[in-house]
């Protein structure tokens, strides 16, 4: 079997079926037009140049398509990439399919809806649980299969739910030190923080923003959906403005893109549960293949920090 993209080492040749994840144009020093390509497989993906693309080669290599890729692995100031010798497009006859490069989260699907629907099933307030319960049946086909983002952490297949359930069992463990928590408002807002991404993101392949995500947001996108659901649902209380603004103030800082900043513990803690599940998530990827002793490659989403991973570790 062909070892994954990302155990390639600087040096080695290769030879093997990727997918175009993201194709965007530029035009070189010489004036004459080139494709960067990022392409993919389940273990991650790699950056390359297609040097004097053509319009046809445009047309021919666009995101979601599966190529043959025969080149070298290189370091470009401290990451991957992949030089091409030669692509092209692959053929119905070579046996591969879009779902042999996705990568996809560790657990199950229907594992990920079970623990969430048990979190649910475990609150007490009849208005919290009501909406939560609510709004994930409304998009429980795009929640379990969306990526939590399109790049830095947990952008594969199922991600935004595994994000989720992650949270969850970290929140659990805290509200068990701090019972002063109220554990409905936050595993609500768990659930909910990044449930606007189903509108936000275009689906699970080639993950691009959509006109609604770029002009409005997925935290504009929930807190007018948590509005809907309470009026559909005939619910009034002060617990939809609070978990309104749990979503609005979940990224910290206006500088992160918070709304609001957190004025309430709950909302306190769900940011700090959600920066330490995404920075986790960025640091195992960037490790995963980084031998012990070595160094990881840059990682833009933290401070451009290369990452160490002591001898002694497994």
């Known amino acids: 079997m062909t070892k994954g993209l990302l155990y390639y080492e600087v040096g080695e040749q290769f030879d093997a079926f990727l997918l175009i994840k993201n194709m965007t144009k530029g035009i070189a020093s010489n004036g004459k037009p080139f494709l960067t390509l990022i392409l993919q ?23 979601e398509t599966i190529v043959k890729v025969t080149g070298d692995i290189l370091n470009y100031r401290g990451r991957m990439q992949l030089k091409i010798r030669q692509i092209h497009p692959a053929s119905p006859n070579d046996g591969v399919q879009l779902s042999d490069f996705l990568e996809t ?44 983002a399109t790049k830095n952490h947990h952008e594969f297949v199922s991600g935004l739910a595994y994000h989720v359930v992650s949270m969850l069992d970290l929140a659990k463990a805290i509200a068990a030190l701090y019972p002063s928590l109220d554990r409905d408002l936050l595993y609500s807002g768990i659930i909910l923080h990044d449930l606007g991404k189903v509108h936000e993101l275009s689906g699970p392949i080639s993950t691009t923003y959509t006109v609604e995500g770029n002009l409005l947001g997925h935290i504009s996108i929930m807190v007018t959906e948590i509005a809907k659901a309470a009026e559909e649902l005939g619910i009034h209380g002060e617990e939809i403005m609070v978990l309104q ?10 500088e992160w893109g918070s709304a609001k900043p957190p004025m309430i513990k709950e909302a306190e803690i769900l940011h700090y ?42």
Do not use: C
Not at 44 to 49: F, L, N, T, V
Not at 114 to 119: D, G, N, P, V
């Open 105 to 148: 989260a560790p657990l199950k699907q229907d594992e990920m809806i079970s623990k969430i629907t048990q979190y649910i099933f475990e609150m007490e307030n009849p208005n919290i649980q009501r909406i939560t319960r609510h709004l994930v049946k409304k998009y429980q086909q795009q929640f379990l299969v969306y990526p939590a």
């Open 41 to 63: 497989d389940r273990t991650g993906d790699i950056e390359a140049k297609l040097w004097d693309a053509s319009e046809q080669d445009e047309d021919t290599y666009k995101p």
């Open 245 to 254: 603004h749990l979503i609005l103030s979940h990224h910290g800082k206006p």
């Open 273 to 314: 549960i959600d920066n330490i599940d995404a920075k986790m998530n960025m640091m195992d990827r960037a490790l995963r293949t980084v031998k012990p002793g070595e160094f990881s490659e840059r990682v833009f989403a933290l401070d451009n920090r290369s990452f160490y991973k002591p001898i002694f570790h497994k």
